[in-house]
């Protein structure tokens, strides 16, 4: 990997979201920031949708030249652009729903224009193609208008729907990198339950027209493999413009924002703002992305500007550019962060489901999850759980505890946390390329450590000794003319 792209990685991610906020608008920017496609396009392999479904393409929207992503939604678009068959065959094109379709959620494209419609413009929900890619999802049951699927079908023949129990399990059993996957499945969690709790369903009755499954997934597989290649120290977010008014769509008029989008900020403390426009500006995708990745929702903080990445949405809006902007920042001093941490004493749980819960803390927020044996009442052997997440990922860090573990209860205090300026190199060894994780203060390196990962790999394909493999890495990273 080119010192170019490694220098991106580990910095602070400030997005700004004075146009609103959509799943393709956000991937975009990351893309113009600096993230190789060829990172999102294994991650989307993996998962079976296949990088043939994805473009990328730089336009100018409001006077700024940004990244417009499209995704081919066709059915029989799949892994390299083979047919859907042969990713049948193959195992990875994505799972049909199953089951009663009638008594499911059923989540639809309201705004496939990035959302962006006038109240008279708006598409009825699941009606056409060809659409520019966004995806305003509003939701209804298959009970109350199974006529409108009817007569959908009829005019475009029969589509698939995915149910989310599905879409989760082939993101959890991809062979994604595992802050990929982590991140991937918050997002998704963060839309199948605010669509459960707005139509009184379970998560796993919540189900996707396919047109709509095949856009959320490239767009938050894709986000979610670029954001866990930067790697960011922080994301900040000052807020995020939702518009106002009403749309028209296959339920009748909605209001604005998008009751998905609402919900799924208002579980994470999102910061709203109306933004001045009368239509849909934020989307549920983009919402989750938002709630899932930033970490404070407060101004950029005092840096240096490291690389900037512009992402269009799919219309020209009168006032403004319709752009999501991406800010990469190295702060110029280490800040002292306000945090939570939340702890559990845990005393009747198999220790199989621990290392679960730790992910779930994870990929609610948690910035570092702990374990630690301790004595409870009567002598008896238990377990402590402990996580440090910042103040807008606290409750939900506090509900993964409480339902993956056995607790009943847990508890907060408040803590200051300071880290280190972190980015990564890749230095050359015997056992061939190592990468290794560098922690700066005030821009001199103070610590170094070689990424578990490769060392790991390399030894695998070596068979040479871990703490070998360590050792060589160190010393070569040592003996750097200059170590950065």
Not at 16 to 38: F, N, Q, R, W, Y
Not at 159 to 173: C, E, G, Q, T, W
Not at 256 to 271: K, M, T
Not at 454 to 459: E, K, N, Q
Request: charge should be negative; include cysteine.
């Amino acid at each position: 990997m080119s010192g170019a792209g490694e220098a991106l990685r580990g910095k602070h991610l400030h997005l700004d979201c004075v146009s609103g906020c959509a799943g393709d608008m956000t991937l975009g920017a990351l893309i113009d920031l600096g993230v190789p496609v060829a990172v999102i396009g294994d991650a989307l392999d993996a998962v079976g949708a296949g990088r043939a479904r994805l473009s990328a393409t730089r336009i100018v929207r409001g006077g700024i030249a940004a990244i417009d992503v499209k995704v081919d939604t066709r059915p029989e678009v799949g892994q390299g652009g083979h047919a859907h068959a042969h990713a049948h065959d193959a195992g990875e094109a994505l799972d049909h729903g199953h089951g009663d379709e009638h008594e499911a959620v059923q989540v639809h494209e309201a705004a496939h224009a990035h959302g962006h419609f006038e109240p008279d413009e708006a598409p009825e929900i699941g009606h056409g193609h060809g659409h520019g890619h966004g995806e305003g999802a509003h939701t209804h049951a298959h009970d109350d208008h199974a006529h409108d699927h009817d007569d959908h079908a009829h005019d475009h023949g029969e589509h698939a729907h995915y149910h989310y129990a599905d879409i989760r399990r082939r993101i959890v059993l991809a062979p994604l990198d595992p802050a990929t996957r982590a991140r991937a499945l918050d997002m998704f969690d963060r839309v199948a339950r605010a669509e459960a709790r707005l139509h009184g369903k379970s998560v796993d009755d919540v189900a996707f027209h396919e047109v709509g499954a095949i856009d959320s997934i490239v767009d938050i597989v894709g986000t979610a493999a670029a954001l866990a290649w930067l790697a960011p120290v922080g994301v900040t977010c000052t807020e995020v413009a939702m518009g106002h008014g009403t749309l028209r769509c296959a339920h009748g008029v909605l209001p604005v924002p998008a009751p998905a989008a609402l919900e799924i900020l208002r579980e994470a403390g999102g910061v709203m703002a109306s933004g001045g426009l009368p239509r849909e500006l934020c989307t549920p995708t983009g919402a989750a992305i938002l709630a899932h990745a930033v970490t404070a929702w407060a101004p950029a903080p005092t840096g240096r500007a490291r690389a900037i990445g512009w992402g269009a949405g799919d219309i020209e809006l009168r006032d403004r550019a319709n752009v999501v902007r991406a800010t990469l920042i190295e702060p110029l001093a280490v800040p002292v962060v306000a945090m939570w941490r939340i702890e559990a004493n845990v005393d009747d749980m198999n220790p199989e489901l621990c290392a679960h819960a730790a992910e779930a803390a994870f990929a609610a927020g948690a910035v570092d999850v702990w374990w630690t044996p301790i004595t409870m009442k009567k002598g008896r052997p238990a377990l402590l759980v402990g996580a440090i997440a910042p103040t807008a990922a606290k409750d939900a860090v506090a509900r993964a505890l409480l339902t993956e573990t056995t607790t009943i209860g847990v508890r907060f205090d408040p803590v200051e946390r300071r880290v280190l300026d972190r980015h990564t190199v890749e230095v050359e060894t015997p056992y061939g390329p190592i990468t290794v994780k560098v922690g700066s203060l005030e821009g001199a390196p103070v610590n170094a450590a070689p990424e578990y990962e490769t060392c790991r790999a390399a030894a695998q394909r070596t068979g040479a000794p871990l703490k070998a493999i360590y050792a060589a890495a160190i010393a070569a990273w040592s003996a750097r003319p200059s170590s950065p």
